[in-house]
């Protein structure tokens, strides 16, 4: 057995959790805050047999996908004149950061 563990944009939970009960597999979802962008984001715990780890990750890849987004920055001078001057920086998001871990005993009560 493994456990899966996905960390994904808020903005895609959704659509993964329903797809992945749909295809039959329990989600644990906890609620996290990434520490790039200082958004949130959110923790999906999957428990599945390692037949399974495949599917799951196919279907994470399917829903995640990476995409474009303006943020503002504060300007390099704001440290020397004391004055915040935000501009326009175009970054990726999304996508999804997946890990796999061997479980070594599963009790569900």
């Known amino acids: 057995m493994k456990l899966i563990i996905a960390i994904v944009q808020d903005d895609d939970t959704s659509d993964l959790i329903e797809g992945l009960t749909e295809d039959g ?3 644990t979802k ?3 805050t990434g520490g790039f962008l200082k958004s949130g984001n ?3 715990m999957i428990g599945v047999e390692d037949k399974n780890v495949d599917k799951v990750i196919g279907d994470i890849e399917e829903v995640c996908k990476t ?3 303006i943020i503002t920055t504060p300007s390099s001078v704001a440290g020397t004149t004391g004055i915040y001057m935000p501009y326009p920086v175009e970054i990726e998001v999304g996508g999804a950061t ?3 871990v061997n479980v070594d ?3 569900k009560v």
């Open 25 to 27: 597999f329990r989600v």
């Open 30 to 32: 906890l609620a996290t």
């Open 42 to 44: 959110t923790t999906l």
């Open 67 to 69: 995409r474009n987004q």
């Open 98 to 100: 997946v890990f796999v």
């Open 105 to 107: 005993k599963f009790i």
